[in-house]
């Protein structure tokens, strides 16, 4: 499906054009053919229009599928609410043909008929379903690994079911699935699957409805997310332009909130100012400066280590119990370790005491699926710290013993003779000039 009409609806080119631009950007990197179509009305909204007259809810819907239908293409929309609005009026037309007779009657007038031929599909599900998230992860040049990223899909993108039912409308994962292929970590959060209440704006309910956004808000901003990437104009007006709002009123609040072709656009290369981010009305420029500095840190952290590897090691975790200084020292995590090099905190993890908990005693290598272990990591960072001047003095003392005097002990020659031992041959010896620098080397 890679030509197909698109349906804006009302709120993305009315309020929102740089969520347009980033979205047709995104269609032309991934080489789709878009058809935008004559004679579209709002999808249409839920709230105002089936309120008043359902008949009136169910016919111009059709009719723009209609449109789309007599055009033989499928279509593709952005919006949660055209979506829902589309897969709802499809699913109550094609199970009641006697509705459906009614419509087509009407859109006679207009030389319109509606079958429900069209495929219906939102954006986020043309990513992960049609195309799918590896290969739209395939084609960032620029990914936003390190990044902490929640999602918010908004309910009308998951339901009703059965009538929307391209993933689990309760438990979601496929737009997370997006964003982690872009290369950023995907954060969890307990009101992920709240409403973002936006409706209620348009009942005058304005106090309730900045409520909802503040729970929200504060509770991604509590988990240290870099953004809140939505999938739906009306939830970006929640949390963009309502954010804005508390924070005239002098909140604590600051998350910067992105569309998901923006964070593809991103990804793909599109310099923010190309696609508009300056128009938010939260500014976006913390992650912005976050993204560019986490480059920075992969740059520092592949000179170090294999970043690759690191990230399956953090992503797997199959041996995360099973080290044996945990199973004693509960504070010993080397997961976290792993997970906090990826988050760029390489001075912080040297500068404490607890890598050096690490007994390398290859448990963890046994046991890891893919022959990786952390031992190896850890052996590394114990390097890193002696080079930086930061490990422990008994590990310091003792090199430097080594190196005057070619051993870490001397032989207990009167436990020998009574054990009836012989003397050993003359041992050690001083391995300065051995061991030490040479021009153009160093140890």
């Not at 999808?43 to 008949?55: A, H, Y």
């Not at 169910?58 to 897969?87: H, M, Q, W």
């Not at 998350?255 to 964070?263: C, D, G, Q, R, T």
């Amino acid at each position: 499906m890679k030509e197909f009409a698109v349906f804006w609806g009302c709120t993305i080119p009315a309020r929102f054009p740089f969520i347009e631009k980033a979205t047709r950007l995104v269609f032309e990197d991934l080489g789709a053919t878009v058809h935008e179509l004559e004679g579209h009305t709002c999808c249409p909204e839920g709230v105002l229009v089936k309120s008043n007259d359902e008949d009136a809810f169910y016919l111009v819907a059709a009719r723009n599928l209609a449109i789309v239908e007599r055009a033989g293409l499928d279509v593709v929309t952005p919006c949660n609410g055209c979506y829902s609005t589309f897969k709802e009026a499809e699913s109550h037309l094609t199970a009641d043909w006697r509705a459906r007779d009614a419509v087509n009657e009407r859109l006679a007038r207009e030389g319109l008929r509606f079958d429900g031929e069209v495929r219906v599909v939102h954006l986020a599900e043309w990513l992960a379903d049609v195309l799918g998230a590896g290969l739209v992860g395939s084609k960032a040049v620029k990914p936003l690994w390190g990044l902490r990223i929640a999602v918010h899909y908004g309910c009308h993108l998951l339901r009703p079911s059965p009538a929307v039912r391209w993933d689990d409308p309760m438990s979601p994962t496929k737009v997370e699935a997006l964003v982690a292929a872009l290369g950023a970590t995907v954060v969890d959060y307990p009101t992920k699957m709240q409403c973002c209440g936006g409706a209620l704006d348009r009942v005058g309910e304005r106090d309730t409805s900045l409520a909802f956004a503040r729970r929200k808000l504060l509770d991604v901003q509590a988990h240290g997310v870099d953004a809140l990437v939505v999938v739906c104009p009306s939830c970006f007006q929640q949390f963009d332009l309502n954010q804005a709002a508390l924070q005239r009123a002098k909140e604590e609040v600051h998350v910067p909130v992105l569309y998901l072709s923006e964070l593809v656009a991103l990804a793909y290369g599109h310099a923010p100012e190309e696609i508009g981010l300056d128009m938010h009305r939260v500014g976006v420029q913390p992650f912005l400066e976050r993204w560019e500095a986490r480059q920075a840190d992969k740059a520092r952290l592949a000179a170090l280590f294999e970043v690759s590897l690191l990230a399956k090691c953090v992503n797997c975790q199959a041996c995360k119990d099973d080290c044996p200084v945990c199973k004693i020292d509960p504070a010993f995590q080397p997961t976290e370790i792993m997970e906090r090099l990826l988050a760029g905190e390489i001075d912080e993890v040297l500068a404490e005491r607890q890598l050096w908990k690490c007994l390398e005693c290859y448990t963890c290598q046994e046991l890891c699926p893919s022959r990786i272990g952390m031992a190896d990591a850890f052996r590394r960072l114990k390097e890193i710290a002696i080079e930086a001047g930061l490990g422990p003095e008994q590990v310091v003392s003792a090199y430097e013993t080594f190196v005057k005097t070619g051993l870490l002990g001397s032989a207990r020659e009167s436990a020998r003779k009574k054990l009836g031992l012989d003397p050993l041959p003359e041992r050690g010896g001083d391995l300065t000039v051995l061991l030490g620098s040479t021009e153009g080397e160093e140890r």
